[in-house]
C-alpha cells in the first residue's frame, strides 16, 4: 500500500520562476490539503530527491534546449522517488511524432509531414508552420507563406543540423479566427477547457522560454472533449494513467475538431482560467496513492 503523498517536490526551471500562473493557485491547494511542497529546480544538484515522497513536473521549460542532461536527470529522480508524470509518459510526449501514433489510432491530428534529418521539405500552398519535433512554449516554432519558402528551408536545415526531425503543417485558417482549445484532464477524466491564442512568429523566431499568449476561459463542447479524451485514453493504454494531460485541439479546415499537441511534461493547466476548484481537484491528485511506487 502506498503512503499518503506527504512532502511533494514542486519542479521548475530557473527561468521560469514567477512565470507559472498555475502555481499560485496549485500551491494553495496542495496547502490545503495540507501537504508540504518545496518549489525546486530540476537542476538544482544540492536538492535531495530522495527526501521526496513525490516530485511533480511542473515549469521545467527549459528542458527542450538541455535534453540530454534533462532525460539524465529523469532517469536519476526515478530511482529514488516517484515521478509525476512517470517518465515513460514523460519521454513519449518529448517528442511530437506521437502524433503518427495518434493518427493511426483513429485519433484527428493536425495534418502532418515528418521531415526527418537528410530529407528535403517540401511546403504546402498557403501558408504553413515549421516546428521540431522536441520543443515547448513554440520556441523554434515559425510560421511562413509561398512567398517565405527559401526562410522556411533555411529554418529546417537549422533544426536538422540539431539532429531534429521537424514537423510541417498548413496553417490551419481556423487559428487566427478561434485559436487554440486546450483540454484539461486530471487522473485520466476531464477537469477543464481554455482558450488560447498564440502569438507565433512570421519567418521569425521565439527568443524567450515561450511565445506570447492570449488566454480566457472556454466551456467545452461534448465532441471536444470526445476527441480528447481518445487521445488520453490511448496515452492510458499504452502507458498507464497520466496523472495530468493537456490535450491542444484546434479546427483542420473541414471544421473538424483535431489534437494539435499532446502535452504530459510541463504543461500550462490554465487554472486561472478554470472553475475555482480546479486546482484542488489537481491537489486532489497529486497527493493521492497511486499503484506501483
Known amino acids: 500500500m ?70 539524465t536527470w529523469l532517469d536519476e529522480v526515478t530511482q529514488v522517488t516517484e515521478l509525476v508524470n512517470p517518465p515513460q509518459l514523460v519521454r513519449w510526449s518529448l517528442d511530437k511524432r506521437y502524433l503518427a501514433e495518434l493518427e493511426a489510432a483513429g485519433v484527428p491530428i493536425t495534418p502532418t509531414v515528418f521531415v526527418e534529418p537528410g530529407s528535403t521539405a517540401e511546403f504546402p500552398d498557403g501558408d504553413f508552420v515549421v516546428k521540431p519535433s522536441v520543443g515547448a512554449g513554440s520556441r523554434d516554432a515559425a510560421s511562413y507563406g509561398t512567398e517565405d519558402h527559401a526562410a522556411a528551408a533555411a529554418h529546417v536545415a537549422r533544426l536538422h543540423a540539431d539532429g ?27 477537469s477543464h477547457a481554455a482558450s488560447k491564442r498564440v502569438d507565433l512568429p512570421r519567418a521569425g523566431a521565439v527568443d524567450d522560454l515561450f511565445a506570447v499568449e492570449t488566454n480566457a476561459a472556454h466551456t467545452a463542447a461534448q465532441d471536444q472533449i470526445e476527441v480528447a479524451q481518445a487521445a488520453v485514453d490511448l496515452v492510458t493504454s499504452r502507458f498507464g494513467t497520466p496523472t495530468y494531460a493537456r490535450i491542444d485541439l484546434v479546427r483542420d479546415n473541414d471544421g473538424r475538431y483535431c489534437v494539435l499537441e499532446v502535452e504530459l511534461v510541463e504543461p500550462s493547466l490554465f487554472l486561472p482560467q478554470a472553475d475555482p476548484a480546479a486546482a484542488d481537484r489537481l491537489a486532489a491528485v497529486l497527493t493521492s496513492p497511486r499503484d506501483g511506487r
Open 2 to 71: 502506498v503512503n499518503e503523498i506527504g512532502r511533494l517536490a514542486w519542479v521548475t526551471a530557473r527561468e521560469a520562476r514567477g512565470r507559472d500562473d498555475d502555481e499560485p493557485l496549485a500551491l494553495a491547494a496542495l496547502g490545503r490539503a495540507r501537504a508540504a511542497v518545496d518549489v525546486v529546480d530540476w537542476d538544482d544538484r544540492s536538492v535531495d530527491w530522495a527526501a521526496y515522497d513525490r516530485v511533480v513536473l511542473r515549469s521545467t521549460w527549459d528542458y527542450p534546449q538541455r535534453l540530454a542532461e534533462f532525460l
Open 164 to 190: 531534429q526531425v521537424v514537423l510541417v503543417q498548413p496553417f490551419l485558417k481556423s487559428v487566427p479566427v478561434d485559436g487554440e482549445w486546450p483540454m484539461v484532464f486530471f487522473d485520466g477524466r476531464f
